[in-house]
């Protein structure tokens, strides 16, 4: 079977209400939000959203509402040219959303509003959505969701990308074996803090990932950059010095980004080097999809920087270091 596109992307969609505020306020605090905005979101829909700007054929499968939300997201991943098969639209659902608070930094504080559409249950997963495709991605939301779209892909021979926030790391025995279906990892660091045990050097934290399964391991640490480490070492990918408006999603076309290069036979540093450009791109505009670029404008962006001030080939910090 000729699959119907080249990823498959199971996870969520939401629309994010945005707060302009003078700074983020503190406990028994009122502040006045100097504006307020939508934009649709939610960590797979911006991923996927990113991989189609870039090219990539693929599919959202994941549950909205049938309210004004659901129509929103709907609508956007269309207008988008993400395919819908997989879309689970639930009656009398309510869509989830968050609450974004941005001061005048582009740094976000955001809160999530779960409602019965979050993130797709076990029931909601179609084995045949997932066999259209090549690559899975999905995010450590629901465990047992994520391990079941896993196993079934790799029924199908599907590599699997699996993106870990800090509040999804409850269910040690799921995750265990979650690692072990994945290819790609992507974690921030406060992920990674928690994932191996506190005072690990980066290379050593790497080498513990690793060792449950993945191929590849990337680290994401906003403004310190980026690390990519496989069983040949680990590598620093220096941020971009950009003006930030945004940096919701960053996390999202950073993954998108790479999974384009992994899939196109980049090696981890090009991909995670062009990553880290979509990224910076990508912060510079409001909304977690809202400003991700082509494979034209993130190649513009690289050329137009010296290739010593984005991967510092030969210095300390740019260096692999060897995994034991």
Same mark, same amino acid.
């Given at each position: ?13 939401? &629309?994010?209400?945005?707060?302009? &505020?003078? $700074?983020?306020?503190? $406990? ?15 960590? %797979? ?11 990539? *054929? ?23 040219? %993400? ?26 504080? @955001? ?6 559409? *979050? ?6 997963? #179609? ?34 990308? !699996? ?11 799921? @995750? $265990?074996? @979650? ?7 992507? &974690? ?8 191996? *045990? ?5 290379? #050593? ?19 310190? =950059?980026?690390? &990519? ?12 010095? %950009? ?5 919701? =999603? ?38 977690? $999809? ?9 190649? *513009? ?11 510092? /080939? /030969? ?7 060897? !995994?034991?």
């Amino acid at each position: 079977m000729i699959p119907a596109y080249e990823v498959v992307g199971v996870g969520d969609a939401d &629309v994010d209400m945005y707060l302009d &505020v003078p $700074h983020i306020p503190a $406990h028994d605090e009122k502040v006045l939000a100097t504006r307020a905005t939508i934009y649709p979101g939610g960590m %797979v829909a911006n991923f996927l959203v990113a991989l189609r700007r870039l090219g990539t *054929s693929c599919c959202f499968h994941g549950p909205v509402g049938d309210d004004e939300f659901g129509r929103i997201v709907r609508a956007d991943l269309a207008d988008h040219g %993400v395919a819908l098969e997989g879309l689970v639209i639930k009656p009398g659902g309510r869509t989830y959303y968050c609450v974004v608070l941005l001061d005048g930094s582009g740094e976000k504080s @955001l809160v999530v509003a779960p409602t019965d559409c *979050s993130f797709p249950g076990p029931e909601d997963i #179609d084995p045949a959505i997932i066999a259209q495709a090549r690559h899975l991605h999905t995010t450590g939301t629901r465990p047992d969701t994520a391990l079941l779209a896993a196993r079934v892909a790799k029924q199908h021979d599907l590599d699997v990308s !699996l993106d870990l926030e800090p509040a999804e790391l409850a269910d040690a025995g799921q @995750l $265990h074996e @979650l690692l072990g279906l994945t290819n790609l990892l992507f &974690v921030n660091h406060r992920a990674l803090e928690r994932l191996t *045990s506190p005072g690990l050097s980066t290379p #050593d934290a790497v080498a513990t990932l690793l060792a449950h399964g993945p191929q590849i391991v990337c680290i994401t640490a906003g403004a310190a =950059g980026a690390w &990519v480490g496989t069983r040949d070492g680990v590598r620093h990918i220096p941020a971009f010095q %950009v003006v930030t408006a945004d940096t919701t =999603g960053a996390g999202d076309t950073f993954a998108a980004a790479f999974v384009y290069g992994h899939r196109a036979g980049w090696s981890p540093v090009a991909s995670a080097r062009f990553a880290a450009a979509a990224a910076a791109v990508a912060v510079g505009h409001r909304g977690g $999809h809202g400003g991700v670029p082509n494979r034209e404008e993130v190649q *513009s962006f690289l050329a137009a920087r010296p290739i010593l001030r984005t991967l510092r /080939e /030969e210095s300390s910090e740019g260096a692999w270091r060897i !995994l034991p």
